[in-house]
């Protein structure tokens, strides 16, 4: 089961380093981590994609909170949070191929960053499974580099950490 | 405008340090220059392992932070032991590291090390010093943080330009960190559902650990046991938690606990745990304990509620706190049956205590030892078969009994005694450590020697590292690997060549007689105590 967790931590060196520390110490299973600064600019949020039953995250929950530099610590429920992953898809293909790698992008509603004579570099950035839907889209053609960030997440309404 | 130095000195002496445990190097001597000119009392290790071993048993005695000091590279990784042994059986350290200038961090110069990186999983906290001005801020949160909460020990790291540049002293009046605000008042709902749990229980058990040294409440818990009819198991770490001879008292639960305290965990109904962890050393089968056992978790660190095992009902706050809240409460008395059951299977435990045809019998030893002792003395076992036979043998009355319970770390014993003596001069203490263990600190006997520190130490000898044999005998069809200590020296003699007085004594009829020649020695004093090898832990 995965679960979204927001973490609050001071921005500040060495803070990230315990924290991935941690869980490499303590077998905990991160799917993805994602950090930036906040309003605050002394304070850094890190969102976590934890990988367990709710025995993990309730562990993962309190090992952090645990931490000196961790200032708030909230899983988020699923239903109740948007979402989103940036990524950065370069796909090397023949001329006759750029039309329906135009068109994917299209009704994936992403967007073409950068072209050449032999590729395409395509941006979306959406929730994590629309991403791997393009993935999967873009798949048969060569795809020849990933770059894909974290999954950061808010929740919504007024609701705030 | 002062140095670096100048303010850790002060900030020290604001703290009210007497004493540093340490070893110098280049990296520190902007700091050992100032330190001379101190108030604070420098105790010189032979190793800075010990440094931090001393640092705890003087913080476990007086309970404030002990301090260590070690230089860079080789000085601070050898602190690394100290430090996990520290972390595990939470006692408040404050380590100093020197540490190469900031200018060349990260080029793997001469005696570089990344100590806050190697020792980031045994610190509660760590500091990598940048600029001087910060040194009041940080060490007077690292007091804070060592001695607050689940106490541990907090690493401040410094560089050695950091030690000579000049700053304007100015400490903040307190400590604001908003990420570290530790629970000490128990919830209200919880303490009402505490009450209930004990209210509505037949069978209920308190199991104490090293937590209640941590709230000082051990006058609350034998209040609380006796008020209400609880008996007690207690961890390694929790023993004296309630006097050892205590009637409610039923031992050491765990692998190498008393049956009778392992029995009453299987039967309660209720188990109250009180700052433990509860390790696979304390309960072997957390699942069989949790089936038909409803579980109380009072504990200052909310992570290890649930981490072990399931809990019913958990409490997080200080010990001392909470067992006055439920207190307040006036839980019902339970009933005698169920205590007075566990009372008579105690009366029925036949204590191993005959004389041996060859050998001392070491678990009789350290019966007599301990009740020969003044009722406040501190006993600091070591890690091995003497700490079985200590462990379960041992009387503890209103003293401690100090030894490395989560980490087991040999070479603990000695140390912890020096730090110990040094906290209460006024109080005996004694180390017991086996023929192995004895060899990892005996460079410790300088120490003692340098700085007439008034410890007695005992050391079973039996030219094994007995415990390792004993599962050898075990698991392993009896195919003894590296435990034979053959080569090891003459300890009398080693003790004589440091000028140390000691005895060796090979038979129980010269035992009381050898105790009393030992503690009637004015100083230090060393009495090897021969042990058959196959004498068995339990």
Not at chain 2, 134 to 144: G, N, S, T, V
Request: proline residues 4%; charged residues 25%; contains cysteine.
């Amino acid at each position: 089961m995965k679960h979204t967790i927001s973490v609050l931590v001071e921005n500040k060196a060495g803070v990230l380093a315990r924290i991935s520390g941690l869980f490499a110490r303590r077998g905990f299973n991160i799917d993805s981590l994602a950090v930036g600064t906040t309003e605050d600019k002394n304070i850094s949020r890190i969102t976590l994609l934890v990988d367990g039953d709710d025995y993990i995250a309730e562990q993962v929950t309190k090992q952090l909170n645990k931490q000196i530099d961790v200032i708030k610590v909230r899983k988020l429920d699923q239903e109740e949070i948007t979402r989103r992953e940036l990524v950065l898809v370069k796909v090397k293909m023949s001329a006759d191929q750029r039309g329906e790698i135009i068109d994917i992008v299209k009704i994936m509603q992403g967007e073409i960053v950068d072209i050449s004579h032999t590729t395409l570099t395509v941006e979306m950035s959406d929730k994590p499974e629309k991403i791997d839907l393009l993935i999967d889209l873009l798949s048969p053609y060569n795809i020849v580099e990933v770059a894909r960030t974290g999954t950061i997440a808010l929740q919504k309404g007024a609701a705030i950490v | 405008m002062i140095t670096g130095a100048e303010a850790i000195v002060r900030c020290l002496e604001n703290e009210g340090v007497e004493y540093i445990f340490g070893y110098p190097g280049a990296t520190v001597c902007p700091l050992y220059d100032k330190l001379t000119k101190s108030s604070i009392k420098h105790i010189l290790v032979r190793h800075e392992q010990h440094a931090g071993h001393e640092a705890s048993g003087y913080a476990r005695i007086k309970k404030r932070p002990g301090v260590c000091m070690t230089t860079s590279g080789p000085g601070a990784t050898n602190l690394i032991t100290a430090l996990a042994t520290a972390y595990m059986d939470s006692v408040p350290l404050v380590a100093f590291t020197g540490q190469v200038s900031s200018e060349l961090l990260g080029r793997d110069v001469f005696q570089e090390a990344d100590i806050t990186g190697a020792a980031e999983p045994f610190t509660k906290y760590s500091y990598l010093v940048k600029n001087a001005a910060d040194l009041p801020r940080i060490i007077k949160e690292a007091f804070h943080i060592a001695s607050t909460g689940r106490p541990g020990p907090v690493l401040i790291d410094i560089p050695v330009n950091v030690q000579t540049d000049k700053l304007d002293f100015y400490q903040p009046e307190a400590v604001d960190l908003r990420g570290y605000k530790p629970t000490i008042k128990g919830h209200a709902g919880q303490i009402k559902r505490v009450l209930r749990a004990i209210n509505n229980a037949q069978r209920p058990v308190i199991c104490v650990g090293g937590g209640i040294f941590a709230a000082e409440g051990q006058k609350e818990l034998q209040q609380f046991c006796e008020s209400i009819n609880i008996p007690v198991v207690s961890t390694m770490m929790g023993i004296g938690a309630i006097p050892t001879a205590h009637p409610l008292y039923m031992g050491m639960l765990g692998m190498h606990g008393k049956s009778i305290a392992n029995r009453a965990i299987i039967d309660s109904d209720l188990l109250i745990i009180i700052g433990a962890r509860v390790s696979d050393r304390a309960v072997l089968l957390p699942a069989n304990v949790s089936k038909n056992t409803k579980i109380v978790h009072i504990d200052i660190d909310p992570a290890e509620i649930g981490k072990n095992l399931d809990t019913f009902i958990p409490v997080v706050g200080d010990a001392k706190e909470i067992l006055r809240q439920v207190m307040e409460e006036e839980p019902e008395k339970k009933s005698v049956e169920w205590t007075d059951a566990l009372k008579a299977a105690r009366e029925m435990l036949t204590l191993d205590y005959e004389p041996r045809k060859a050998g001392i019998n070491p678990k009789a030893f350290v019966h007599l030892l301990s009740r020969t002792l003044p009722d406040d003395h501190i006993y600091c076992a070591d890690v091995g078969q003497n700490q079985i036979w200590s462990a379960g043998n041992c009387e503890v009355r209103t003293g401690r009994f100090l030894t490395s319970g989560g980490m087991g770390t040999m070479g603990y014993s000695i140390p912890a005694a020096i730090g110990a003596k040094l906290a209460a001069p006024d109080r005996a203490v004694v180390a017991v450590c086996g023929d192995g263990s004895f060899q990892m600190q005996m460079m410790e006997l300088a120490t003692i020697c340098q700085n007439n520190v008034d410890v007695k130490i005992v050391v079973m000898k039996n030219n094994k590292l007995g415990l390792v044999k004993e599962i050898q005998r075990k698991s392993y069809k009896n195919n003894e690997s590296a435990v034979d200590l053959t080569g090891s020296p003459d300890i009398v003699a080693i003790a004589a060549a440091y000028g140390i007085p000691g005895r060796r004594i090979d038979s129980m009829d010269a035992a009381e007689e050898a105790i009393a020649q030992m503690l009637g020695n004015k100083g230090v004093y060393l009495l090897e105590c021969v042990v058959d090898e196959n004498e068995p832990s339990m």
